[in-house]
Every structure is written in C-alpha cells, then in structure tokens.
C-alpha cells in the first residue's frame, strides 16, 4: 500500500511575535493563536521574542524548518529593517512567505500630560525653538513607532534625538519617568495611561481619527 502524506498539522504550532508578553499586540497574537488551535485541531503556543525592532522574532522564524510548525506574526517593519540594519541574516522577500493579514493598526502620538504640548503644532514648536533638546522613544531602531517618529521629524522639519527602547512596553515608562518628552505607539500600549489621565494623546497616523480617543479640547473640530 503506498505511503500517505500525514495531513497537516500532526503537531502543535508556534507563533513567534516580536512584542512582549501583556502588551496590546501580543494580545491580538493570542487571540489568533486561540483561534487557529480550536481550527487546527492542534495547539498554537505564541512564542514572546521581543527586541531588535522585530528582529529577533524573524530571525527565530527564518532559521527553523520550513515545515509550517514555526509561524511569524509580525509589522511590516521586517519588510524594511534590512536597509536600517544590514547584517540582520536573513531576507525579509525570499525567507518568508506571506499567508494573511491579521489586523491593521496605526500608531498614536503621545506626550505625558505635563508636557507643553497639547497639540501637535505646540510639539513642533517646541522642538524648533531648541533644536536637538528634545527625544522620542521607539521600540527598537526600524520598528513601526521609529519609522512613524522618524516620518514625522522629516515632515515636520524638526530636529530631535531617538533614543531606543528594547521593546514597546519599555518606551511609555520611559515616558512617565520624563527620559523622553514624546513616542509613537500602538493604543493597546497606551491605552491604560491615558485612562489613568498620566498621557495625552496628540494625533494617530491612521487617515481617521481613532474614536476611542478623545476629541482636540481647544477646537473639538478634528
């Protein structure tokens, strides 16, 4: 009788996400992981690799067989952190393939609620009257937040220092502590700041105002 090829999967699966356990990303990743297991029939174990602006989860991925037992979730930041960081060993075309996209999500501009700038024109005023004073938080050089903070600088015409963080839960505290006046991130990051009225929220990169956030106190138009 000829072989049959055993139907897949015939064992548990790992999801490898470069965020944190607890973090609002990694949140989204266990209610995938959840998801796939009751539709797989098997377990999917999310597997925490936090660091390197998503680096260190893709290189796990990249090295591991190509059976489909080592899935990535990961932002399209793998996609580009090549050309900000050469020699991350692995090719974000050619050693992934896609299979969907999970959820799409954009990031917020935050300060803490001390800070001068309750609008993103006081901010940029702030940063041109002292060029260089002031920094901004990322999670890891190439991730979304730096590339969202970078684009900003650039648009804006400011000139402000990056200081990175290892990964997203580490930038708000760096915040509150006063390390850094300001940082782009995810609003399941931020979200338990702003409740607690410890942040304020500036401005999102997506094309619509997030609507779970509250509307510009000065004009209430945006």
């Given at each position: 009788m000829p072989a049959q090829e055993a139907s897949y999967p015939v064992k548990p699966v790992h999801l490898v996400t470069p965020f944190g356990a607890g973090t609002g990303s990694d949140t989204v990743r266990r209610v995938l992981a959840a998801a796939l297991s009751k539709y797989l029939g098997q377990p999917v174990v999310v597997d925490n690799r936090p660091g390197a602006g998503e680096v260190l989860a893709a290189q796990t991925v990249a090295k591991a067989a190509a059976d489909g037992y080592t899935l990535?979730?990961?932002?399209?930041?793998?996609?580009?952190?090549?050309?900000?960081?050469?020699?991350?060993?692995?090719?974000?075309?050619?050693?992934?393939?896609?299979?969907?996209?999970?959820?799409?999500?954009?990031?917020?501009?935050?300060?803490?609620?001390?800070?001068?700038?309750?609008?993103?024109?006081?901010?940029?005023?702030?940063?041109?009257?002292?060029?260089?004073?002031?920094?901004?938080?990322?999670?890891?050089?190439?991730?979304?937040?730096?590339?969202?903070?970078?684009?900003?600088?650039?648009?804006?015409?400011?000139?402000?220092?990056?200081?990175?963080f290892k990964g997203p839960t580490e930038t708000p505290l760096a915040v509150l502590r006063g390390d850094v006046d300001y940082f782009f991130g995810a609003y399941g990051n931020i979200q338990p700041h702003l409740a607690t009225g410890k942040m304020r929220a500036l401005a999102v990169t997506n094309a619509a105002r997030n609507t779970q956030l509250p509307r510009c106190r000065r004009c209430a138009k945006c």
């Open positions: 990535l979730s990961a932002t399209n930041a793998i996609l580009f952190v090549k050309y900000i960081q050469p020699d991350i060993g692995y090719d974000p075309i050619a050693d992934f393939a896609p299979v969907t996209t999970t959820s799409v999500a954009g990031q917020v501009l935050t300060v803490r609620t001390d800070s001068p700038a309750m609008r993103v024109e006081d901010l940029v005023a702030l940063a041109k009257a002292s060029p260089g004073k002031l920094n901004y938080g990322s999670g890891g050089m190439g991730s979304p937040p730096h590339l969202a903070a970078a684009a900003f600088q650039a648009v804006s015409g400011i000139k402000v220092m990056h200081v990175p």
